[in-house]
């Protein structure tokens, strides 16, 4: 299952999360996200505001949830699911135009 998680890192925080994710290596972050059992789809920020998103997959939402609290004395997490162009016709195919 697909998660979107939109972040908005606290303004009083915003200097140890800077220094906290410029400082991780790729390894440590793929490490962070698999300890979870959590896999990136993508993830994108908006530096100067503090702000992102990223897709996220995985089979269980205990596990999402968990990856969200390493990140939650720093940052307000919103997450919701998600889905890709063939699933959603189909749920709409089925659901709502039958």
Do not use: N
């Not at 962070?32 to 997959?57: F, K, N, Q, S, Y």
Request: aromatic share 12%; charged share 20%; with cysteine.
């Amino acid at each position: 299952m697909l998660f979107q998680i939109d972040y908005s890192v606290f303004q009083a925080s915003r200097r140890d999360a800077l220094t906290a994710f410029g400082t991780f290596t790729q390894e440590q972050l793929d490490s962070l996200l698999d300890d979870h059992g959590v896999e990136l789809i993508g993830r994108w920020h908006c530096v100067g505001e503090g702000t992102g998103t990223m897709i996220v997959e995985t089979d269980d939402a205990t596990k999402f949830a968990a990856f969200q609290l390493a990140w939650a004395a720093v940052c307000d997490m919103r997450a919701k699911p998600v889905m890709t162009d063939v699933p959603a016709r189909e749920a709409i195919q089925k659901y709502f135009m039958a």
